[in-house]
């Protein structure tokens, strides 16, 4: 008896190859994988009725039989060699229809006529056109129909209503294959546990299990394709949904210590600042130091456009945990922003900084900096003040993910920037911690993950939305190279025009030197072709480095101006030093990496130009515009790219022009990317786990699903009235899928 459990070989027939192509490549091992491979399309089955109703040009899809098929020879007439054509007959619903099929040579026409031979059933799609009298298909798109015999073939054509399914294939398989053998499942199977449970699919509208499947795959007409998938997709929705909703119960109940404060350094701060915190600053502040003092982890998010604030934000958290006896890492994505971000809360807390040292306030904690480069002897000082808890407040990179680096009470992780880091990395520092440490995730632009996340509800969401005083708005235009070769020339002549003015530009390109990209760096033209980050492609003509444009640039349109190189593979005390310089005004061009990304703060830059713009990612594109702009002075971001009109990479550089709102750019970003990347896969080396489901499209259904897995778990906490639903969410927390989203 064929069950949901047996072989999938049990409904496709005993075709070695066949077996091998489903089994190995498609990964459907059993008749439930085969019913819950979703077609990914659908084509409308025509029937030919009346010939003398035909277009020129019209578009049919007809199911039928092949009557006659005959390969015929004739002579090209722009080569003069002979060529073939296969005249194939199709039998419809309605009178036949010819067929011709082109092929340079005969073993191609010959191969056609196996395909089609006289008695293959199929559907075919293509133009109709008129050839000396006669209504033709001129190589049409088909579906074939194996050679499963009469019983099989006549199975199949009964289960094809008006919409044929189309489904993902692999080597060795048709659609036919596929379609056969769930049209046999579904008639031999008797019954069909359904995961949903009955009050949930009352109270959603959903459909039962067995009608959702039949209308997935042998639909009727367009509504019952929709009904289907929103039962499948609210089905997926539901299990990540009570796997995400255990996981934050279960970290719940390990508990972590609360920070209430208690010690006077957050107050001291406070009192020192020589400006008013905003209102969002203010209400984000007190809620930050809500959740530190619950007995359980936070795990929030903290958005804001550039220039927002945020890291002030940041770091009132962490003098509040420093306050309660622990300690806080701020986690930075480059060596260069770790110092910036240094720098700038060792500026802000003065002598509260000086902890344990001479003139340091009663109330000081120790800041330290760690990061990969510094020597042996540069770490052991910091590394034993982090490990006696002296240090109250860490800086770092990638270095503070080194086993050897032990925290004595580690209370707060913030992550800045967090698209700049893969889940094993930030998985590695909350490790550190005896108990898990309250986390905070600081981004400008919500990437597709972060938003996938939010969505999904993992994170609590703050959102700072005002901007602070002194920031004025940037103007952002594309210059198409690709239709207007000459308009470099006043791009130079404008950044000419900024520095004349008294104020500094960046040149920002994608390559240090000939090919070689920033560390880390993911080139987005690889993720436009493939869908997936793969390595750097081969070097290209004309595609910008900083060590040819610098030299290019000073000795040609910027000649005599003052331009300096930035990237990572300088010594960390050079970069340190060129930033300064830029800092203090000594230099009047900056041509750099996407080493200035983040945190880099000049506020006399009021210019930047982006060559080969369409290489950059749409939140970094955003996040390199934010460094201009930040002194009060109006700022111009030029996007300099040969990206053809209407390819990805000039429609992202389009909506960047459009708009300055990171939250609306998230969605372009989105919007772009392929699904595999949304929940992490090129970060984490895995596929995303989502198979039906679309971030965007579905968040009505991905609310719906919390609000049902919440009740649920409520009414149930081990789902013991539920089995098949509480099976799919134990497979679901086993998998590879599963490691990805606890580790978030």
Known sequence: MIGLDSPVVAVLGDSAKKRKAVEERLGLRTVDDLLHHFPRRYVKTGELTRVDELREGQVLTLSGRITSSEVKTYRDRRSGRMAYRLEAVLQADGPPLTMTFFAKTERVATWNAR????????????????????????????????????????????????????????KDLDSWDIQRAVAFALTVLDEFPDPVPDAVRERYDLTDVRTALEWVHTPRDPSQISRAQRRFRFEEALVTQLVLAKRRRDVRAQGAQARAGGGGLLAAFDERLPFELTAGQREIGAQLEHDLAQPHPMNRLLQGEVGSGKTLVAL????????????????????????????????LLGDLAAGGM??????????????????????TGPMSRIATGEAGIVVG??????????????????????????????????????????VLVMTATPIPRTVAMTVFGDLETSTLTELPAGRAPIQTTVVPLAEHPGWISRVWERVREEVDRGHQAYVVCPRISGDEPEEGETDQLDLDENGDAVAAPTAEVGLSAVEEVAPQLAEGPLAGLRVEVLHGRMAPDDKDRVMRAFAAGEVDVLVSTTVI???????????????????FGVSQLHQLRGRVGRGGHPGLCLLVSRAEPGSPGRERLEAVSATTDGFELSRVDLEQRREGDVLGASQSGYRSSLQNLRVLRDEKTIVEAREAAVALLEADPDLRQEPELAALVTRLEESVASQFLDKS
Do not use: C
């Open 358 to 379: 001479l003139g340091g306030a009663p109330e000081a904690t120790a800041v330290e900096l760690l990061t990969g480069s510094m020597t042996k002897a540069q770490r």
């Open 316 to 347: 009132r958290a962490m003098l509040r945990v420093v306050d309660s006896g622990g300690q806080a890492a701020l986690l930075a994505p480059t060596e260069v922003l770790a110092q910036q971000h240094h720098r700038s809360i060792v500026g």
């Open 597 to 615: 990304e983040v945190g880099v703060d000049v506020g006399n830059a009021t210019a930047m130009v982006l060559l080969d713009a369409e290489r």
């Open 115 to 170: 395909r089609l031979a006289r008695g293959r059933r199929g559907v075919f799609v293509g133009k109709v056109s008129s050839f000396r009298g006669r209504w033709q298909l001129t190589n049409p798109q088909m579906v074939l129909f194996g050679d499963a015999g009469e019983d099989a073939a006549q199975l199949s054509l009964d289960a094809i209503h008006e919409y044929y399914p189309i489904y993902p294939l692999t």
């Open 397 to 438: 990179t990638h270095a503070l993910l080194e086993e050897k680096v032990l925290f004595a009470d580690l209370g707060l992780v913030v992550v800045d920037e967090q698209h700049r880091f893969g889940v094993e990395q930030r998985a590695a520092l909350t490790d550190k911690a005896g108990t898990p440490p309250h």
